[in-house]
């Protein structure tokens, strides 16, 4: 049977960034488990995919878009988006000047009065450019308002900043000076 790889992809989400115990997967402390428990986690967590191949995985992996997860010899993770209460590692890092942050009207309005705060993920996530900002701004609101994060000098006053993947920062809570609406 063809394997529908967005599907694939969204329930590798589920299992690598908010609740790999449904899967009876346990993250290492920086995200990692082993791609063969993956797929075997995956075989049995849907009829149509009794036979999914580390392929497959692959194929996810190369789907043209956001780059989501990390593969390396023999083991993977998300590269951001984590929820579980475990905290991820992350290798610290010295941000550009600038990041862009995507938000709603109503989220703006609270994001003035106590800055960006993770919510529901481990980490506030940023984007290198205005245009990935919109995107996922446009996921939840005809109306994105735009941020331009003062990055470097919000690190150099002690605020953590994080690699995600080439285009996506991860960082603790950035207090409302650090943010301008553009
Ligand atoms: C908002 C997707 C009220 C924040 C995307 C956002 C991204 C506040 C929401 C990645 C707030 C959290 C993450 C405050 C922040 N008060 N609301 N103080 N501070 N917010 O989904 O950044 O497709 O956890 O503005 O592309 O939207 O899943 O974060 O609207 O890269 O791979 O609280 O997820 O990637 O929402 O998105 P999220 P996000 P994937």
Redesign the pocket.
Known sequence: MEIDLQQLSRTM?YALRHQPANFGLTLDDEGWVSVDALVSALRQHRTGWKHLQVSDIEHVIALPG?K?YELRTGRIRAY??HSLQQRMQRETAVPPARLF????PA?YE??C?????????QY??L?EDRE?AL???R??TSQPVILVVAALEAYQDGVQFYL?NES?WLADAIPPIYLTRQ
Request: proline share 3%.
């Open positions: 989400a956001k989501r951001y988006g942050h995507g938000t709603t989220a609270r994001i009065q106590s800055g960006l705060l993770p919510m529901g993920r506030v996530h984007s990935t995107q996922v701004a996921r939840r995600g996506v």
